[in-house]
T-cell receptor, first 117, second 111 residues
Framework: AQSVTQLGSHVSVSEGALVLLRCNYSSSVPPYLFWYVQYPNQGLQLLLKYTTGATLVKGINGFEAEFKKSETSFHLTKPSAHMSDAAEYFCAVSDKTQNFGNEKLTFGTGTRLTIIP | EAQVTQNPRYLITVTGKKLTVTCSQNMNHEYMSWYRQDPGLGLRQIYYSMNVEVTDKGDVPEGYKVSRKEKRNFPLILESPSPNQTSLYFC??????????FGPGTRLTVL
């Protein structure tokens, strides 16, 4: 069974500081990995995804994540935080063993990011 | 505009009163799914559908029903809601092998 662990349910950083949100996964097969962002009272928006190929993935709003198979990690980073980055962030993993099966995403419990002015 | 819509966005109801949350997508996606989001638990899959008339249980299907009579619509039915179904519900859709698009969510309170 797949699982996702997000370390830190709440993270606070100062505006302009580095953002680092941690995600570790467990999967018996090569995973597809995702980061989603949820702004207050809104749905989930895809930030970035890793499927195959380059392990450093760039997403929207200046975020990027690196897939490290040896560490089973997919941490999300942004060099300089903006006030508009305040939101909840979810890491998710998908089992892609078959082309036409359940595309279920297994989510972590989320990390709420607060930006300090 | 490509989107997933859900209605209602907010609903307060009482135990045992049947309700339906609608979900519609305009992207001609084959795959659709329902999740519930609870504090400290993240999102968990309730049901999914791989195409018209093809549905199956996710991880937490108890107390829910779904149907997929048309490709664009995937309603979630609570025949006899209970307080433990108070949650935030999301519908999602995708083409196979591509990113999932999420609706704006439906906040349900069962008294």
């Amino acid at each position: 069974a797949q699982s996702v662990t997000q370390l830190g349910s709440h993270v606070s950083v100062s505006e302009g500081a580095l953002v680092l949100l941690r995600c570790n996964y467990s999967s018996s097969v090569p995973p597809y990995l995702f980061w989603y962002v949820q702004y207050p009272n809104q749905g989930l928006q895809l930030l970035l995804k890793y499927t195959t190929g380059a392990t450093l993935v760039k997403g929207i709003n200046g975020f990027e994540a690196e897939f490290k198979k040896s560490e089973t990690s997919f941490h999300l980073t942004k060099p300089s935080a903006h006030m508009s980055d305040a939101a909840e962030y979810f890491c998710a993993v998908s089992d892609k063993t078959q082309n036409f099966g359940n595309e279920k995403l297994t989510f972590g419990t989320g990390t709420r990011l607060t930006i300090i002015p | 505009e490509a989107q997933v819509t859900q209605n209602p966005r907010y609903l307060i109801t009482v135990t045992g009163k049947k309700l339906t949350v609608t979900c519609s997508q305009n992207m001609n996606h084959e795959y659709m799914s329902w999740y519930r989001q609870d504090p400290g638990l993240g999102l968990r899959q309730i049901y999914y559908s791989m195409n018209v008339e093809v549905t199956d249980k996710g991880d937490v299907p108890e107390g829910y029903k779904v149907s997929r009579k048309e490709k664009r619509n995937f309603p979630l039915i609570l025949e006899s809601p209970s307080p433990n179904q108070t949650s935030l519900y999301f519908c999602a859709s995708s083409r196979f092998g591509h990113e999932q698009f999420f609706g704006p969510g439906t906040r349900l309170t069962v008294l």
